[in-house]
């Protein structure tokens, strides 16, 4: 059992956006899969829990900062580990290193487990399995408070959620989200600006065929942070809240 796990990553033309750097939604796919390969590592990956107690890992929230992104071709490394269970959540830490041991971005994420076939929330207790115990600070804090709007929401686009767009749980993808944040926003915008932060709740899972209404709320841009939020359209629940920092 490794208690830190780490693991090498090329970055690929397919993972970068115009300016050949690495997009956000390609690094939140880059830690999802390090997340679901250190669970099994550690013994309590998704086919374990569904079988043993027919449950399934679902991330809840998560916040990234970026200190430099790569771009095509560098080599980075990417580092994960655990803490221990809390009551309803299991929170998980990450870092991301340069090919010369250079922290470029830091991640901390909160999962929680449902019952696979209800959709509900199960306490951490049901899970036997021991979690690694690391002694290591936390790389970033994430208990702020809750995500909300200071202005107005003004509408950006709708977007069906389709078949491209689903994971193995059959709803829309945690990094998928973050492809549908970052088209709120011009092609001009992205040129000007660049996303230093992103923190971000998943509320409500989205299903395919859903119409997800996206959000804005720029009231803050004066202090470089822009909420973001998306409505299910079918069934009128918030499926995400995000808050971005930009530069």
Same mark, same amino acid.
């Given at each position: ?11 690929? !033309? ?49 916040? !990234?900062? !970026? ?26 830490? /990450?870092?991301? =290193? ?32 021991? /979690? ?60 000007? =600006? ?32 822009? =909420? ?20």
């Amino acid at each position: 059992m490794e208690a830190i796990f780490k693991k090498k990553y090329i970055v690929q !033309v397919s993972e970068t956006d115009f300016r050949r750097q690495l997009k956000l939604s390609s690094l939140f796919v880059y830690l999802q899969d390090m997340a679901t390969e250190h669970a099994y590592n550690i013994g309590v990956g998704r086919d374990v829990l569904k079988k043993k107690y027919g449950i399934i890992w679902v991330l809840n929230r998560v916040k !990234v900062e !970026v200190i430099r992104y790569p771009i095509y071709k560098d080599e980075i490394t990417i580092e994960t580990w655990p803490e221990q269970p809390e009551k309803v959540q299991f929170n998980r830490n /990450f870092l991301i =290193y340069d090919k010369y041991g250079d922290i470029i971005a830091k991640a901390f994420s909160q999962w929680v487990v449902i019952d696979f076939s209800t959709r509900r929330l199960r306490r951490c207790s049901i899970i036997e399995e021991e /979690f690694p115990r690391v002694d290591r600070e936390r790389p970033l804090d994430c208990t702020s408070g809750k995500i909300k709007p200071i202005g107005n929401l003004n509408i950006s686009y709708k977007k069906t959620v389709g078949y491209s767009d689903i994971d193995i749980n059959e709803h829309l993808n945690n990094a998928k989200y973050i492809d549908y944040i970052m088209d709120c926003f011009s092609l001009e915008a992205h040129k000007k =600006y660049s996303i230093k932060s992103i923190e971000i709740d998943y509320m409500h899972e989205a299903l395919p065929g859903e119409i997800i209404q996206l959000y804005t709320d720029t009231a803050g841009v004066e202090n470089n942070r822009v =909420y973001i939020e998306g409505i299910n359209e079918n069934t009128g629940s918030t499926t995400f809240k995000a808050q971005i920092t930009i530069e």
